[in-house]
């Protein structure tokens, strides 16, 4: 790695770090650089502003996120509707193990800045909620080969997606909200039962 | 009103403007105190701090919340599963009302703060954790009421009422994500699909 991607790779990471465990407001472009051991004339070289670098970020960890979690959770190894179960347990994990570390649950890092900042900034939100509708599609797809398999009552298969997407973000939410992992594992399944049926 | 009801009662409401459209980390003592017309001075004699003033602002809330809208979305006077429907309703009401006014859906005041503090703030967090348990609540009575009635299957009302409340959270965060009240609407009614079979 250059030393020029390893500057950018820290500044990414420690962002996407901070923000997890905190929020947007409340961590500055100099606690970043402080944290990443970079100067603040070397920050505003990869990034025109603190958005900036948000939206970098964004991009950054859901390419990370489709590329480990997902892939992992939605391989074709199983069939469909357990593959939604597999990606319910490693959020369950994920909580788990975040909230061993650091003794907080700290939630969806997508859903937290869409919370925090969608009414506030247009760049930020529209990057999460392009994020959410590309984890609704590979969960439509799932729908649509359960349905096929005759796993699955008829049902709008899209509305359906968006609506565990919801569930997804009202679970981590939730989990957060009671700091227990715990909250995944016993309403997770039940992602399952939500149906919106054909128009 | 006296006055000194009067000023705390222009602080709460100020508070709760202030961090509904913002967030809590953006807004300061300083600003609320001069939208509120208050001295900074005043502010401290009825609130230590900003968290105070915030626990008082999510009781003051939500005790408007019950009295009014939750009053008026689950009285006995139709069918049980119809009251889940008409809160879901009134949601999405109150964000196309917000909408409206602001050009922006700001999601569920309660679930802002959850998201953006529960990792940071323990008094906040406790206190959110709290209300959510209050709106799980009467959700439950509908559940065994409509389950009495025959009008469900057999399911763990407890559970299902949580996961209910989990789903009214993510739909409110995608509403705000996608600054689009309709959200609610096209997915709401799956609320009613939701079930966690009995243990």
């Known amino acids: ?62 390419q990370q996120f489709q590329e480990t979690l997902l892939a992992a959770a939605f391989a074709p190894d199983i069939p469909p509707l357990e593959r939604i179960q ?35 900034d247009e760049v930020i939100r529209a990057r999460v909620k392009r994020i959410f509708s590309d984890l609704q599609a590979p969960i439509q797809n799932i729908l649509e080969e359960a349905a096929a398999a005759g796993d699955l009552p008829e049902l709008d298969s899209s509305a ?13 939410l939730m989990a957060k909200t009671n700091n227990d992992p715990d909250v995944v594992r016993r309403l997770g399944p039940a992602m399952l039962s939500l149906a919106v049926p054909p128009a």
């Open 86 to 120: 597999r990606l319910l347990d490693m959020q369950y994990r994920h909580h788990s193990a975040v909230k061993e570390k650091t003794g907080h649950v700290f939630g969806c890092p997508f859903g937290n800045l869409a919370g925090e900042m969608s009414s506030r």
């Open 160 to 172: 359906t997606a968006s609506a565990m997407v919801a569930y997804l973000e009202g679970l981590s």
């Open 1 to 62: 790695m250059t030393q020029v991607h390893d500057t950018k790779r820290r500044l990414l990471d420690t962002a996407r770090e901070l923000f997890y465990a905190r929020s947007y407001e409340d961590v500055g472009v100099q606690e970043i650089c402080q944290q990443a051991g970079v100067k603040k004339g070397s920050f505003y070289h990869f990034f025109p502003s603190k958005r900036d670098l948000t939206v970098a970020m964004l991009d950054d960890s859901w």
